[in-house]
């Protein structure tokens, strides 16, 4: 089975967890799933082990597109929900600066209202289905540790190509 990896904002999903999706905060749908040429980035994986090193390499993939290392919030989805749902995923390269991984991103394509929030009803249906399994949240040591293991130990992204707020952190 294979699963799709995503960069949420719990704190704007939080208002919405026990309500129906007709109800959920407009700061949710548009801040948190926020379309770029209506489509949405997540990261395949065919394991949901947060201590995986498939997953290890993915969440580094993704910390090296933030501007600055922070603490984040990761959910995993379904590809089979969203495909019965009606949602498109294809493969698409990734622009992360970990480019031995880029091949493992998929992008949810033709989002529109309907499907936006059918996305996030699923955000909400794993969160509440089992944290311990499907959400994880990396605080921004531990995101920093990781990003330093792959960076300063085993030499897979370039620091020099990182944002300038991670090479400061990562260099000291």
Same mark, same amino acid.
């Given at each position: 089975m294979s699963y799709l990896l995503r960069k949420i904002s719990i704190t704007k999903w939080q208002p919405n967890l026990s309500q129906e999706p007709q109800h959920?905060?407009?700061?949710? /749908? =548009?801040?948190? #799933?926020?379309?770029?040429? *209506? =489509?949405? !980035?997540?990261?395949? !994986?065919e394991?949901?082990?947060?201590?995986?090193?498939?997953? @290890?390499?993915?969440?580094?993939?993704?910390?090296? =597109?933030?501007? %600055?290392?922070? #603490? /984040?919030?990761?959910?995993?989805? @379904?590809? @089979?929900?969203? *495909?019965?749902?009606?949602? =498109?995923?294809?493969?698409?390269?990734?622009? !992360?600066?970990? %480019?031995?991984?880029n091949? @493992?991103?998929?992008?949810?394509?033709? /989002?529109?209202?309907s499907l936006l929030a059918k996305v996030g009803q699923h955000i909400v249906q794993q969160y509440n289905r089992d944290r311990i399994i499907y959400y994880k949240r990396i605080s921004r040591p531990n995101l920093i540790t990781l990003m330093n293991k792959w960076v300063n130990e085993r030499n897979v992204v370039k620091i020099d190509e990182l944002n300038e707020k991670w090479q400061k952190v990562l260099a000291a």
């Open positions: 959920y905060t407009a700061d949710a /749908i =548009t801040g948190c #799933t926020r379309t770029t040429r *209506n =489509t949405l !980035s997540v990261w395949h !994986s394991t949901m082990d947060f201590a995986s090193e498939d997953v @290890e390499k993915l969440i580094v993939a993704l910390a090296t =597109t933030m501007q %600055t290392p922070d #603490t /984040i919030d990761l959910i995993w989805l @379904e590809p @089979e929900w969203l *495909n019965e749902a009606g949602v =498109t995923i294809e493969a698409t390269m990734g622009g !992360s600066k970990f %480019t031995d991984i091949h @493992e991103h998929r992008d949810l394509v033709g /989002i529109d209202h």
